[in-house]
């Protein structure tokens, strides 16, 4: 979101986070280095989800931007640092929302010169970055005097929902796309496997803790489009009834590459892809496929966590709306091989948020008790035959390549 300092309008619309508007600027800025051309700065890949390339999009193409930003009269902020600012008047973020700029360096929690010059985002457009735990002031208008105390990154306010505090511990929130969160400990690990390296939280005078983070892009959204576009259900949980009256796949594979393909691949050319369609395959089958692509997903982003933290996940801590699918979640856990485990509260992030603020106002004395509070609701274990499952996964490796290098240079945007 950019907005007037002064006024606190908005300048234009916000730019979310699948927007692709950026695809050829993020190739410019790889240049002959390619895509990790900032990963040891900031841990992240060049790609269309991050917001620094979307700035420079601004400010090059709707007028009159680039010189308000210079002058200090334009502010940058992600929602958390609008809602802040309009609450409270400060213009602030926290280390876990600057750290999906690309603009923000990962070892001092501070912006950037060399990110933002290549970038050529102005200084004075950004938010100050303060802790993810701290009264960053009080709220006016109807909530007068309500302190605004925490501000997280969606993933990172479920990983202290899921109270994944130990190095080692990580959860994955199943929504309009999935995250897998592993906390790496009090340094940054960078991933040699198309992971993100991020900021998980930084609580007060704490030192930042940090995580690696596997992106997918389309799951609970895959359910939506084959609700929506094709029809076949005309409710979300339906699809797992449907999937329900086959045994199998029967074959079919979806990979679901709307808009590229996120961790581990980092493929803008991708584009979604059914394989293995044969006279014999049903709607049923489709559905069963739909869900599938969510674990098999899952499955690639933790065998590339496993390789670049060196220490194997042994339970997951699952969350989001699609862990209401018993059929999803046991697949899951056949596909990993490792349990699967629902916590009693399901919506995360909100726990997480509320955590973060209880602790800067002392409504919490520490993070054991709020170890305290996790209490299991279910749990999904592997009962899948391995031979099995070492095939599914080849045959998705397979639909995968067939996905790739779909995006031809003359393509429309």
């Not at 280095?33 to 900032?38: C, H």
């Not at 098999?296 to 042994?314: F, G, H, I, P, Y």
């Not at 997480?352 to 008790?369: I, S």
């Amino acid at each position: 979101m950019l907005w007037d300092r002064e006024t606190g309008e908005p300048a234009y619309n916000a730019v979310n986070w699948q927007d692709m508007r950026t695809d050829h600027l993020v190739r410019e800025l790889g240049g002959e280095v390619g895509q990790n051309r900032f990963r040891d700065l900031c841990g992240l890949p060049l790609a269309t989800y991050f917001s620094g390339p979307k700035i420079r999009w601004l400010l090059d193409h709707v007028d009159g931007l680039s010189e308000r930003a210079e002058s200090g009269d334009l502010l940058f902020g992600t929602i958390d640092s609008w809602l802040i600012w309009k609450l409270t008047g400060r213009h602030v973020t926290d280390p876990t929302n600057a750290s999906r700029t690309m603009l923000m360096n990962l070892r001092t929690l501070e912006w950037d010169d060399e990110l933002l010059d290549a970038m050529g985002v102005p200084r004075a457009m950004l938010p100050e970055i303060c802790s993810s735990a701290e009264v960053y002031g009080e709220a006016t208008g109807s909530l007068e005097g309500v302190p605004v105390a925490a501000a997280l990154g969606d993933q990172s306010a479920a990983l202290i929902g899921q109270t994944c505090f130990e190095r080692g511990e990580g959860k994955c929130t199943y929504g309009t796309g999935s995250f897998l969160l592993l906390n790496t400990g009090d340094a940054p690990v960078q991933s040699a496997n198309g992971l993100l390296t991020t900021v998980a939280y930084k609580l007060g005078s704490r030192p930042a803790a940090y995580a690696l983070e596997g992106s997918i892009a389309n799951t609970g959204a895959l359910v939506q489009w084959f609700r929506d576009n094709v029809g076949l259900i005309s409710t979300a949980p339906e699809i797992e009834t449907l999937a329900l009256t086959v045994e199998d796949n029967g074959g079919c594979y979806f990979v679901p590459a709307f808009a590229g393909l996120f961790a581990p691949h980092w493929r803008d050319d991708a584009r979604g892809v059914i394989t293995g369609l044969t006279g014999y395959i049903t709607k049923g089958h489709l559905a069963r496929a739909v869900l599938e692509a969510t674990a098999w997903q899952t499955r690639e982003v933790l065998e590339a966590m496993n390789s670049d933290a060196k220490v194997r996940l042994e339970i997951l801590r699952v969350d989001g709306g699609m862990t209401a699918n018993n059929l999803l979640m046991q697949f899951l856990a056949d596909v990993l091989d490792v349990p699967v485990v629902r916590p009693l509260v399901a919506e995360t992030p909100s726990l997480g948020a509320a955590y973060a603020a209880g602790l800067a106002v002392n409504f919490w004395p520490d993070l054991e008790t709020l170890r305290g509070h996790w209490h299991r609701a279910a749990e999904w274990r592997p009962k899948m035959d391995p031979a099995l499952r070492a095939k599914g996964y080849r045959k998705w490796q397979k639909a995968v390549q067939r996905a790739l290098d779909w995006v031809d240079e003359d393509d429309d945007d």
